[in-house]
């Protein structure tokens, strides 16, 4: 089929395969920034948004994409490239195979829920599986990031 889609605001056309996955698109079109972990919907690793909302492209068909707006995190670089020095600061990243989908994730968070607290962040990235660091680290960078501004790294 004919997919027409914007992707980091670009508009792209392209004829895919039926069952093509969005991630599957993404990364054939040389966007290797949202991972492949699980590929059935449990780790995040493959996290985008789909008209600013996050969602898992390991299990959302790219034929659901059509006409829509489409970002990674190649479209977020100056977000994500602040959003990462706080979790590297706090010790947060080991293999960082994990890092952009809890990158476009955080980003989602701050856009929803700029004042989240900890129980909130920790509900919101319930979905964002990391095998290495464990998540005190992730969750002392992101509400560092959070709080920015109010005298922590800029
Ligand atoms: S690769 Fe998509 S949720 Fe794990
Ligand atoms: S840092 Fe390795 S999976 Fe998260």
């Known amino acids: 089929m004919k997919l027409s889609l914007y992707v980091n605001g670009t508009l792209c056309h392209s004829e895919i395969a039926p069952g093509t996955t969005l991630l599957e698109f993404l990364r054939g079109k040389g966007l290797m920034g949202a991972k492949a972990g699980c590929d059935t919907g449990s780790c995040g690793l493959c996290t985008v948004w789909v008209d600013e909302v996050p969602i898992l492209s ?64 920790s509900a919101y990235l319930a979905g964002n599986l990391c095998r290495c660091s464990g998540y005190a680290g992730q969750l002392a960078g992101i509400r560092a990031y959070l709080n920015r501004g109010k005298g922590a790294l800029e």
């Open 58 to 121: 390991c299990t959302y068909p790219a034929a659901r994409a059509q006409g829509k707006h489409v970002t990674t995190i190649e479209g977020m670089r100056q977000q994500a490239a602040l959003l990462g020095r706080y979790l590297a600061e706090n010790g947060s990243e080991q293999c960082g195979y994990c890092s952009p989908g809890l990158i476009m994730t955080v980003l989602a968070l701050e856009k929803e829920h700029p004042a989240a607290t900890d129980a909130e962040i």
